[in-house]
């Protein structure tokens, strides 16, 4: 219909609305009588037309008609920082002849393309394993094979072990590339011992995962690695379907000055063109123009191949999907339909608690991811037991992650991407990974005894008692200085970083991301003063009574701890 013939009605009753303004429910179902069509609320128009366009199989080929063909495979780096990511895919780059003649490589699209062979393979650069994880998390499974790099002086390390773990939830097979072997003190075989203690076991040592040696300095082993990585992906024989719409993967997305906003895409079905209509969540556009990983104009992009989009509205999400329509009207359309879904809450599962498990209990068995942190590695191991050994007819619980130290931003998205419980065992979130589980919907869990985890698990998903007290967290202070009162010992000298620090609270000591005490606020004093509580930005002395060991720079966390009635 018209806009001008719904202002026209909206004209006869006395209401003055222009075409961006939104219409009441009653104002609208007015209108649809006089037009004579059918008004869905918000919620139903949201579950209806999700029905309607959800169906992925009109964009999937069909392997019996014939239509698959080869396409290149996708890899993507990963590894500890400083372990020689970046100069490896440099290495990888100059070592394409095509590249060179083509006058070098414009790295604006967060993907390259490199021919080994008279065959094509696109490398992804990811900025680390948070974007890797977090486009695993919206359901972007782009990456065919993952290239570990560990460097052969340093080893195995804490992003090493990071990464393994992002690769394996996302069932990518792994090849690891061991760096920097020209080095004096590079020890090769050093580092194949802790990767099979991490469960990568090698070739050499009987194991599956293909090895090669490299230095991306002086770019020794890199054609052999290049040889590797179409070896191993042939096995799994990548092929797309290059003649029907295209759908693509968004890898970045950002705004150009003079382009507006563009988007660096992957093309994993069909033939992205010029002048092909799209839609990318609730974003609608038509590609006015397509760029290759070199920064050439083109006019098509195939499957397995990096492109950047230029057409969009808006900047959109990496991760997101693009699909190809038939016409422009049909992706606003389902632009539209991506937007009530999300607003009516369907664009998002449910995120695991131990309180949702609870109300499930009486439903079918279900799978519990964990994501586990723990101060030291022994205590790691022995949480790892514990856990393992829990046995429930409802419940199968799996690991997805295990490490040491405090619970960081990045376990919070690994949590996010594997639907997980973030478990601390004497330690504590950071700020930052805090406010991203709030953000996310992910349930953090600290303790400071082995039985209660199992125990807290156990009595949720039977549903006899859901944890009856609960932390709430209520500020953070940094202690400046020791400060010594008459007849009250040491107290801390402290400035409020966060939130508020309240008289009676309980006081988490944290030293370099570790708990080491847990205490009373007895009192609080600003200059000579008691007070009952102080704000963020102010100054003043915490006397948490009988623990005085205090350090400058350790972090008091101020928690109220709350009953939770079933």
Not at 57 to 82: I, M, N, Y
Not at 226 to 236: A, K, P, R, W
Not at 431 to 439: E, H, L, M, V
Not at 511 to 533: H, N, P, T, Y
């Amino acid at each position: 219909m018209a806009p001008a013939e719904v202002s026209k009605i909206l004209l006869q009753h006395r209401i003055l609305a222009t075409i961006n303004q939104s219409l009441d429910l009653g104002t609208a179902r007015l209108v649809a009588e006089q037009l004579e069509v059918e008004l869905a609320a918000p919620g139903e128009a949201a579950s209806e037309l999700v029905e309607r366009f959800s169906d992925r199989e009109q964009f999937k080929s069909d392997s019996a008609s014939g239509q698959l063909r080869p396409r290149p495979p996708v890899v993507t780096v990963l590894g500890h920082v400083d372990h020689g990511k970046t100069s490896l895919l440099d290495a990888i780059r100059q070592s394409d002849v095509a590249s060179k003649e083509a006058g070098g490589i414009t790295q604006s699209i967060g993907a390259s393309v490199v021919t080994r062979d008279e065959r094509q393979i696109t490398f992804i650069d990811t900025p680390g394993h948070e974007a890797f994880t977090a486009m695993r998390a919206r359901g972007a499974n782009i990456t065919d094979l993952a290239v570990l790099v560990v460097a052969a002086n340093d080893g195995v390390m804490p992003q090493t072990t990071e990464a393994i773990q992002h690769v394996r939830n996302a069932g990518v097979p792994i090849l690891v590339a061991i760096n920097k072997v020209d080095l004096e003190d590079a020890n090769p075989d050093r580092v194949k011992q802790q990767l099979a203690e991490k469960g990568v076991v090698v070739e050499e040592f009987g194991g599956d995962v293909v090895c090669v040696p490299v230095s991306a300095k002086t770019g020794d082993g890199v054609d052999h690695l290049l040889e590797m990585i179409l070896l191993v992906t042939d096995l799994s024989d990548p092929r797309a379907n290059p003649n029907r719409p295209a759908e693509a993967t968004v890898i970045d997305s950002q705004m150009d000055r003079g382009r507006g906003p563009v988007a660096a895409v992957l093309v994993q079905e069909g033939t992205l063109k010029v002048q092909s209509d799209f839609v990318i969540g609730s974003i609608s556009g038509r590609v006015r123009a397509l760029y290759d990983d070199k920064g050439q104009r083109i006019e098509s992009c195939g499957p397995g191949l990096p492109a950047q989009v230029v057409g969009l509205a808006e900047v959109a999400t990496a991760g997101d999907r693009l699909l190809v329509v038939g016409s422009e009207k049909e992706a606003r359309v389902r632009a539209e339909a991506n937007l009530l879904a999300h607003r009516a809450g369907h664009s998002e599962a449910p995120k695991v608690s131990l309180a949702e498990l609870s109300r499930q209990s009486d439903q079918e068995v279900r799978d519990l991811d964990l994501v586990v942190k723990a101060d030291t590695q022994g205590a790691v191991e022995a949480l790892r037991g514990s856990l393992l050994k829990f046995a429930d007819p409802l419940v199968r619980l799996r690991l997805v992650y295990e490490g040491v130290g405090p619970i960081t931003e990045t376990d919070v998205d690994l949590a996010a991407a594997a639907n997980a419980i973030v478990i601390g065992f004497n330690v504590r979130p950071e700020p930052n990974a805090r406010a991203a589980a709030d953000n996310q919907g992910i349930d953090i869990r600290t303790y400071d005894v082995v039985y209660q985890i199992t125990d807290d698990i156990e009595k949720a998903i039977r549903g006899l008692h859901e944890p009856t007290f609960e932390e709430v967290f209520e500020g953070r202070a940094e202690v400046k200085a020791r400060i010594r009162v008459p007849r009250s010992g040491v107290i801390a000298g402290s400035q409020v970083t966060d939130g508020k620090i309240s008289r009676g609270s309980l006081v988490v000591v944290l030293r370099d991301g570790r708990e080491i005490q847990r205490a009373k606020v007895e009192s609080l004093r600003r200059f000579k003063d008691d007070v009952r509580e102080v704000a963020q930005g102010y100054e003043c002395g915490i006397d948490l009574g009988a623990y005085q060991d205090f350090a400058e720079g350790d972090i008091l966390e101020c928690y109220v701890v709350q009953q939770r009635n079933r």
